[in-house]
Nanobody, 129 residues
Framework: QVQLAESGGGTVQAGGSLRLSCAVS????????MGWFRQALGQEREFVTA????????YYADSVKGRFHCSRDNAKNTVTLQMNSLRPEDTAIYYC??????????????????????WGQGTQVTVSS
């Protein structure tokens, strides 16, 4: 089986930066397209960004485009989310997830939670003003 573990969350002032990491363990001989989602208190889990299996393509929600940057290092089995110019509305629990290998990574499929087969436990990001 595959396990995902997020780290790097914390509290930062508005305008600051945080770097989240997602460690992939288990069946790492299979490389997955990956996504990041976030869930604020009392709200639905929403799509943030996705990255192709080899890191050649990245996609971002409009709310974070230009501020967040996703990358991966498959040799280290890690996916990174660099978050800059953080705003209070970025406050949420951030989750990494692995896309089902049988589903193409498209602008439609990447936003659907049901298309992801593995999820991390989440890490809290709090942005204060």
């Amino acid at each position: 089986q595959v396990q995902l573990a997020e780290s790097g969350g914390g509290t930062v002032q508005a305008g600051g930066s945080l770097r989240l990491s997602c460690a992939v363990s288990g069946r790492t001989y299979t490389t997955y397209a990956m996504g990041w989602f976030r869930q604020a208190l009392g709200q639905e889990r929403e799509f943030v960004t996705a990255i192709s299996w080899n890191g050649d393509s990245t996609y971002y929600a409009d709310s974070v485009k230009g501020r967040f940057h996703c990358s991966r290092d498959n040799a280290k089995n890690t996916v990174t989310l660099q978050m800059n110019s953080l705003r209070p509305e970025d406050t949420a629990i951030y989750y990494c997830a692995a896309l089902s290998p049988g589903i193409p990574l498209t602008e439609r499929t990447m936003t659907e939670r049901q298309n992801y087969v593995y999820w991390g436990q989440g890490t809290q990001v709090t942005v204060s003003s």
